[in-house]
């Protein structure tokens, strides 16, 4: 006789993720006072670095947005400077993966515009663009920047056409772009890109989800699904799969799961609820979290993502009375590590002219470095050229660790081999030049061993500190022995702070100085 063995326990999925929890900045720590945008457009409407908040502000004749410290946090000033060189009102800003001092803004007015921020923020009206880009014929609604290539924009508008524009062009103003995609019959409601940028998935009004080949415009993939009305697509990393939100035919909120090469049915269907507003989504391809945020409540879910069935683990929600507008996420090297914050949301809270941060924390008892939650993640740094990935080269991102003092790996080792003093300055004085931080921060800890005087010089290089130099990597290199590797760690982390506190304190000094002005030309007018 034979006896089936029976499992009574219910099975359970053990996960690390499982009692994330979302913590909300405190009053100080947000963003008081600013005219969120009245825009219906469903963007996010916020973009972060770890330099900058921008966020599209209501505004009289034109359209404008304004760009923060991420450290000004309180009261902001009603009359704070702008960015505001559109005729119309903007729809759409990113900031630029690879350098923190560089945002792309797209407008009503039919153009894109790229913009340079100063290393102390806006702090006059800054009204003429890097770069125009002039093609659309009508309104640009969405713009997206290639995750891996240098200086590459996408951008998209009511003339159903994306637009590829490579930004290494020497014109001011650039009006014939690289490539136009001409596949859409309706506006396109979003754009995402795969890991390596090799494949570039779109949703439209015209109810298709469609997978294209962004360099040459070939059309890979087409869904045609009834029972789904996709309003936001994004593609989950490297799983190969796609998840698109939007209604179902009786107008609930839903989301899908789609194999990226066939998007004849897809994976997975689950219905949320009946609201109205568009559903967000966000993913973490380090932690395989997705986030779905809804529009017009305060409400985020999140789940973990797996390869294999049931592909979607449901973890929490979020819960908020405050509804939000549009959402900013901040990059993962902009995270605290040392509180286990994995990801980052800044919600715009029209209702209370407010930005609100909200931290997504793995509760861990430890505050030593997590290795498990934090794997190597996309660095600062450009995989490849515009050039290279136009000639048909495709390249995964550039990996960094995000333990405090670990070194950026070196891109382009070609170029930067033999970098001596001269090389040092050319780089540092370049302001287009793609930066290079572990030739230029080596070279800079050999110069200040051999010159002292060399510590009062405070250049920047495309957002990288020179003085926030790497670590060496073996004991006996450049520095020796263990115990000189931990004060230089801490003496890194102090040299951090102290820049943070004085790049506050420049901002608020210009701030009051254009107070002070503002107040003596009404009293001159007067």
């Known amino acids: 006789m034979t006896v089936s063995k029976m499992t009574w326990r219910p099975q359970y999925r053990s996960s690390k ?36 908040i921008a966020v599209i502000t209501e505004c009289a004749g034109g359209g404008a947005f304004l760009v923060l410290s991420v450290h000004h946090t309180g009261k902001v000033d009603p009359l ?30 039919s153009t894109v515009k790229v913009w340079d921020i100063p290393p102390h923020g806006v702090l006059k009206n800054l009204t003429v663009p890097w770069k125009e880009l002039q093609g659309h014929s009508r309104r640009v ?21 994306v637009m590829i524009w490579n930004l ?23 754009m995402s890109f795969n890991t390596d940028g090799s494949r570039l998935a779109t949703s439209c009004k015209d109810k298709k989800i469609r997978v294209l ?8 993939q087409e869904a045609n699904c009834k029972n789904h009305k996709a309003s936001k697509v994004l593609f989950l990393g490297n799983l190969k799969m796609l ?46 979290m997705l986030y779905i945020a809804g529009k017009g409540d305060g409400n985020i879910r999140y789940y973990e993502i797996s390869s294999e069935k049931p592909y979607m683990h449901f973890l929490t929600e979020y819960r908020s009375h405050t509804p939000q507008k549009g959402m900013g996420i901040m990059p993962k090297r902009g995270l605290d590590v040392s509180s286990c914050e994995v990801f980052r949301f800044y919600k715009l809270v029209t209702i209370k002219a407010l930005i609100e941060p909200l931290s997504m924390i793995v ?14 993640t996309a660095a600062s740094e450009a ?97 020796g022995g263990f115990d000189l590797r931990l004060k230089f760690h801490k003496q890194q982390e102090e040299i951090r702070r102290l820049r943070e506190m004085l790049n506050q304190r420049d901002v608020r000094i210009k701030q009051l100085e254009l107070e002070i002005n503002n107040v003596r030309n009404s009293q001159d007018s007067h």
């Not at 704070?80 to 009503?108: M, Q, T, Y």
């Not at 430890?366 to 934090?374: F, G, L, P, V, W």
């Open 168 to 190: 290494d062009s020497p014109e001011a103003v650039i009006k014939n772009p690289v490539r136009t995609i001409s596949h859409h019959t309706d506006v396109v409601l979003s």
């Open 141 to 161: 609604g969405l713009i997206e920047w290639h995750p891996t290539a240098n200086n590459v924009l996408f951008s998209t508008g009511y003339d159903y056409q």
């Open 383 to 479: 995989a490849m050229s515009a050039e290279e990935w136009l000639s048909g080269i495709d390249k995964g991102p550039v990996l960094q660790s995000l333990k405090p003092g670990s070194r950026v790996p070196d891109s382009y080792p070609e170029l930067s081999s033999g970098l001596g003093s001269k090389g040092l300055g050319n780089s540092l004085g370049s302001r287009r030049s793609q930066s290079r931080p572990g030739q230029l921060q080596l070279a800079y800890i050999q110069d200040q061993l051999g010159n002292k005087e060399c510590r009062s010089k405070t250049s920047v290089s495309n957002g990288q500190d020179p003085t926030l130099c790497s670590p060496p990597k073996t004991e006996n290199e450049v520095w």
């Open 17 to 52: 993720f499982r009692h994330v929890f979302g913590k909300a900045a405190t009053k100080e720590n947000c963003y008081d006072g600013v005219p969120i945008t009245r825009s219906v457009h469903d963007n996010h409407f916020c973009a972060v670095n770890p330099r900058f």
């Open 213 to 220: 080949e962004p360099r040459t415009g070939n059309l890979l």
């Open 243 to 288: 998840l698109s939100t939007g209604s179902s035919r009786w107008n609930h909120r839903q989301m899908a799961l789609w194999d990226q090469e066939d998007l004849d049915v897809p994976l997975l269907q689950e219905d949320l609820d009946g609201s109205s507003g568009v559903l967000f989504p966000f993913y973490d391809p380090d932690t395989h």
């Open 80 to 109: 704070h400077p702008k960015v505001s060189g559109h005729r119309g009102n903007v729809l759409d800003i990113k900031w630029n993966p690879f350098n923190d001092f560089c945002i792309a803004s797209c407008s009503e007015d």
């Open 363 to 376: 509760p861990r008892r430890s505050e030593s470095y997590q290795d498990d939650i934090y794997p190597m």
